[in-house]
């Protein structure tokens, strides 16, 4: 198994919903990457784990709340979204985050629309 | 000034040209990645590159770490080949990876 598989691929909530994404992979990677894209935009790095551990926050607001239950799952938990958060979150992992030299396996991306 | 600079930003080829896509960067780098993505579509990795030449197929990378300069190379391009193309490096001991603005790339057949 060779992918990142990322669920849902569509969401639509409102600024009051409670929703999660999830991202899956079975290639023994011990790093697990969020980023969010924005249209026509390159995207950002959001949060990394490593071994399970949050090992990068790039001062993401708390609505956003990951969490790693083990090594090949990674969730993105969403509350109280506002509408400009809307975009295309996209999971990766790689073998590594400690060498600077691992190349990344991304999944296909969950888009959000936040109403 | 951006750290990674791409160019050009939009690139229309007929099918069958050879494509050159351009990166510059600025800082000391650990590794630089070439990426596609297809409209709406997630991120594949095509190559990641410290020094050297790397070829895939169709696809060719090149770096030249003195001049902080990459280059990727197309033959043959067909319609498929449509998609942004990303390159990012990534810095010292960790992935972040730092991205370019991408290239949008359009072969008409």
């Known amino acids: 198994d060779t992918e990142v598989t990322q669920t849902p691929k569509h969401l639509v909530m409102g600024m009051t919903n409670k929703k999660s994404l999830k991202c899956e992979q079975h290639m023994g990677h011990r790093a697990m990457y969020w980023y969010k894209q924005k249209a026509k935009k390159p995207p950002e790095l959001m949060f990394v784990?490593?071994?399970?551990?949050?090992?990068i926050n790039e001062s993401v607001p708390s609505r956003f709340s990951p969490e790693c239950p083990n090594s090949s799952l990674l969730n993105l938990h969403l509350h109280a979204l506002q509408p400009e958060d809307s975009a295309l979150y996209l999971c990766?992992?790689?073998?590594?985050?400690?060498?600077?030299?691992?190349?990344?396996?991304f999944g296909a991306g969950s888009r959000l629309t936040v109403l | 000034k951006n750290e990674v600079e791409q160019s050009p930003q939009n690139l229309t080829a007929q099918e069958g040209e050879f494509i050159t896509i351009n990166c510059s960067y600025s800082v000391g780098i650990s590794a630089l990645h070439w990426l596609q993505q297809h409209p709406g579509g997630g991120i594949v990795s095509l190559f990641m590159?410290?020094?050297g030449k790397k070829k895939h197929g169709r696809l060719i990378a090149t770096i030249n770490i003195q001049e902080k300069h990459s280059s990727l190379h197309i033959t043959a391009s067909h319609p498929r080949d449509s998609a942004v193309y990303i390159c990012?490096?990534?810095?010292?001991?960790?992935?972040?990876?730092?991205f370019g603005t991408g290239t949008l790339l359009a072969v008409q057949p």
């Open positions: 590159l410290s020094s």
């Open positions: 784990y490593s071994y399970e551990k949050l090992s």
């Open positions: 990766a992992s790689s073998q590594g985050s400690g060498s600077g030299a691992n190349v990344l396996t």
């Open positions: 990012a490096v990534s810095r010292g001991a960790t992935n972040k990876l730092i």
